[in-house]
């Protein structure tokens, strides 16, 4: 059980409720640092892979009067006419800077409109009602690791526009050297899913039960100091390693290094939030696509790991560590931007799941082998547009969040895709392999 489970089962519905006004305004903070910059960089699209700054930020906003406001609150809408600018499905990314958009300052003004009533809402909810929009607050749940979600999104756009002096940085403790570089995991039935977490997504449930052979997983997920030697010995350049789809993107668009990697010499460089710096040997990797991973994994002579390997690597709790959240103290993870980076390998001991296993929470999101599909028993809630429509084998799954990923949106369970080509988001992976 999370602290909020805790909450739920013990405060009451008053507790719950000051817990989530404390986290929308937490999170409503976060929103409105990422877009504290001029005029001309909120508007402007920075890549075509990225809608404008200011679409977030409207977005979120249309999100929380749609779901908080019309469906829990039967208000009826408040700008109507704006509502298809916003919908993610009705305009690609790279359209969005043609639309006639909302500007920042009304931007700003409409979403704290729109606050100002969730929190009527709220306040008058019944959030023990059997509904399951209103049961345990999930309404909340929904819009608060949604907006935490376009948060770790908009961190993705301003690494991508190169401006430096927008992005906080911060400390983080030393990395360690490992004893053993692997973990092995037995043979076992373990529980895949959830059914108790309150605000868990539909694609994280029903709780299933899985048998897996025993297999090898990294300890930690793979450092920038490995992934140099993949480089450096010619990786990129022998088809040997790669799936011919992956080998055929790499050669079209030149990759040969992670993404923000340039070579100077014998040294490389990367940029982080518009600053260049030499590539610190000890971090996980990040900024690689699926397709390099699985290449990587293929030379090191291992392979990704299933996102079942995966999840029973964390011990079969809410966190690798247990059921603290990880908020509080931050002694586990490095989550929440605490700094603009990931942690050096080795640097959350106490973070490490019961077989030893250390970082599956935070620092980088890790690619892994399975397709994004349905769980069996698998029911959409509450809109096909959250999971379903993304189920096939389009999507490569990711887990365990990243440094810019908060706390409330993340747990062993949880479950996130992309394409196996990008490499914006903040992802790495760690190896495993079947036992011989
Ligand atoms: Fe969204």
């Given at each position: 059980?999370?602290?909020?489970?805790?909450?739920?089962a013990?405060?009451?519905?008053?507790?719950?409720k000051?817990?989530?006004?404390?986290?929308?305004?937490?999170?409503?903070?976060?929103?409105?640092?990422?877009?504290?910059a001029d005029?001309?960089m909120?508007?402007?699209?920075?890549?075509?892979?990225?809608?404008?700054?200011?679409?977030?930020?409207?977005?979120?906003?249309?999100?929380?009067?749609?779901?908080?406001?019309?469906?829990?609150?039967?208000?009826?809408?408040?700008r109507?006419?704006?509502?298809h600018?916003?919908?993610a499905?009705?305009?690609?990314?790279?359209?969005?800077?043609?639309?006639?958009?909302?500007?920042?300052?009304?931007?700003?003004?409409?979403?704290?409109?729109v606050?100002?009533?969730?929190?009527?809402?709220?306040?008058q909810?019944?959030?023990?009602?059997?509904?399951?929009?209103?049961?345990?607050?999930y309404?909340?749940?929904?819009?608060?690791?949604?907006?935490h979600?376009?948060d770790?999104?908009?961190?993705?756009?301003?690494?991508?526009?190169?401006?430096?002096?927008?992005?906080?940085?911060g400390?983080?403790?030393?990395?360690?050297?490992a004893?053993?570089?692997?973990?092995?995991?037995?043979?076992?039935?373990?529980?895949?899913?959830?059914?108790?977490?309150?605000?868990?997504?539909?694609?994280?449930?029903?709780?299933?039960?899985?048998?897996?052979?025993?297999?090898?997983?990294?300890?930690?997920?793979v450092?920038?100091?490995?992934?140099?030697?993949?480089?450096?010995?010619?990786?990129?350049?022998?088809p040997?390693?790669?799936?011919?789809?992956?080998?055929?993107?790499?050669?079209?668009?030149?990759?040969?290094?992670?993404?923000?990697w340039?070579?100077?010499?014998?040294?490389?460089?990367?940029?982080?939030?518009?600053?260049?710096?030499?590539?610190?040997?000890?971090?996980?990797?990040?900024?690689?696509?699926?397709?390099?991973?699985?290449?990587?994994?293929?030379?090191?002579?291992k392979?990704?790991?299933?996102?079942?390997?995966?999840?029973?690597a964390?011990?079969g709790?809410?966190?690798?560590?247990?059921?603290a959240?990880?908020?509080?103290l931050?002694?586990?993870a490095?989550?929440g931007?605490?700094?603009?980076?990931?942690a050096?390998?080795?640097?959350?001991?106490?973070?490490?799941?019961?077989?030893?296993?250390?970082q599956?929470?935070?620092?980088?999101?890790?690619?892994?082998?399975?397709?994004?599909?349905?769980?069996?028993?698998?029911?959409?809630?509450?809109?096909?547009?959250y999971?379903?429509?993304?189920?096939?084998?389009?999507?490569?799954v990711?887990?365990?969040?990243?440094?810019?990923?908060?706390?409330?949106?993340?747990?062993?369970?949880?479950r996130?895709?992309?394409?196996?080509?990008?490499?914006?988001?903040?992802?790495?992976?760690?190896?495993?392999?079947?036992?011989?």
């Amino acid at each position: 059980m999370t602290d909020l489970d805790a909450v739920l089962a013990n405060a009451g519905p008053t507790g719950l409720k000051e817990r989530i006004a404390a986290e929308l305004a937490a999170v409503r903070e976060r929103s409105l640092a990422y877009t504290d910059a001029d005029d001309d960089m909120l508007v402007r699209q920075h890549s075509p892979l990225m809608s404008p700054l200011v679409w977030d930020l409207a977005h979120v906003g249309n999100y929380e009067e749609l779901w908080v406001l019309r469906e829990v609150g039967g208000i009826e809408p408040l700008r109507p006419e704006i509502d298809h600018l916003y919908d993610a499905f009705k305009h690609p990314r790279k359209d969005r800077p043609s639309l006639p958009l909302l500007g920042p300052a009304e931007a700003r003004k409409y979403i704290s409109g729109v606050r100002g009533r969730v929190l009527d809402v709220l306040d008058q909810v019944d959030l023990a009602a059997p509904d399951p929009l209103r049961s345990g607050g999930y309404v909340f749940g929904l819009v608060l690791q949604h907006e935490h979600q376009h948060d770790e999104t908009m961190l993705a756009t301003l690494q991508l526009s190169r401006r430096p002096g927008l992005v906080r940085d911060g400390e983080l403790p030393p990395g360690r050297p490992a004893a053993e570089p692997e973990v092995h995991i037995p043979a076992g039935v373990f529980t895949m899913g959830t059914d108790t977490v309150a605000w868990a997504y539909d694609n994280e449930r029903p709780a299933h039960r899985i048998y897996l052979p025993g297999y090898w997983i990294d300890r930690r997920p793979v450092t920038n100091v490995a992934y140099l030697e993949f480089v450096e010995d010619g990786g990129y350049r022998d088809p040997r390693w790669w799936l011919p789809q992956g080998w055929e993107w790499a050669e079209r668009n030149g990759v040969e290094a992670p993404l923000y990697w340039t070579r100077d010499g014998d040294t490389w460089w990367r940029v982080r939030f518009g600053r260049e710096e030499p590539v610190p040997l000890d971090e996980p990797v990040q900024h690689v696509s699926w397709y390099e991973a699985d290449a990587y994994a293929r030379w090191a002579g291992k392979r990704l790991p299933t996102e079942a390997e995966w999840e029973k690597a964390c011990g079969g709790r809410t966190y690798p560590w247990g059921e603290a959240d990880p908020g509080h103290l931050g002694r586990w993870a490095n989550l929440g931007h605490r700094a603009a980076r990931p942690a050096p390998a080795g640097a959350f001991p106490d973070g490490a799941s019961p077989y030893g296993v250390e970082q599956l929470i935070g620092d980088v999101w890790e690619w892994t082998d399975s397709w994004f599909q349905p769980y069996p028993g698998y029911r959409c809630f509450p809109y096909e547009e959250y999971s379903k429509v993304f189920f096939g084998e389009t999507y490569r799954v990711l887990r365990g969040g990243s440094w810019a990923t908060h706390p409330s949106a993340v747990r062993t369970t949880f479950r996130n895709w992309d394409y196996p080509i990008r490499r914006q988001i903040f992802a790495g992976f760690r190896c495993a392999r079947s036992e011989e």
